[in-house]
């Protein structure tokens, strides 16, 4: 529900009511069900409605399906050792969070502009 305007650049989208959807997302949903790449979907939805500290919440939300392992993977179950969908999402995130995106490039609009944080960036394009 949230990836058409994270993920998808959701022209179309009413940001008013994605933002309400974010926000019960983000305040309802069984965080520990969730899957690696869902964090950093949500980031980028709430990077792209202009709520970069939420973003930043979602990409540093401490449940054990956000981490990454010794191998770089997201840990997801057991037996599932290799999960990249989390890996290549977390790229991305941070990649639009710092360089935007088509029609919106302005560099490091994703961070909070609240002086806590210092972000460097080098040769990232902005995404479609």
Not at 74 to 85: A, D, E, F, I, V
Request: charged letters at 20%; one cysteine or more.
């Amino acid at each position: 529900m949230v990836a058409a305007l994270g993920v998808l650049p959701g022209e179309r989208i009413n940001h008013h009511r994605m933002r309400q959807t974010l926000k019960k997302v983000k305040d309802e949903w069984d965080w520990n069900s969730a899957w690696g790449w869902d964090f950093p979907m949500c980031a980028m939805t709430a990077a792209r409605l202009g709520e970069s500290e939420w973003a930043v919440d979602f990409l540093l939300m401490d449940r054990m399906k956000n981490a990454y392992l010794q191998n770089g993977h997201n840990y997801q179950r057991k037996g599932l050792t290799s999960y990249l969908p989390g890996n290549g999402a977390l790229l991305l995130a941070v990649a639009m969070m710092a360089a935007g995106y088509a029609g919106h490039e302005e560099t490091l609009f994703g961070f909070p502009k609240n002086g806590e944080w210092e972000v460097k960036m080098e040769g990232i394009h902005p995404i479609l």
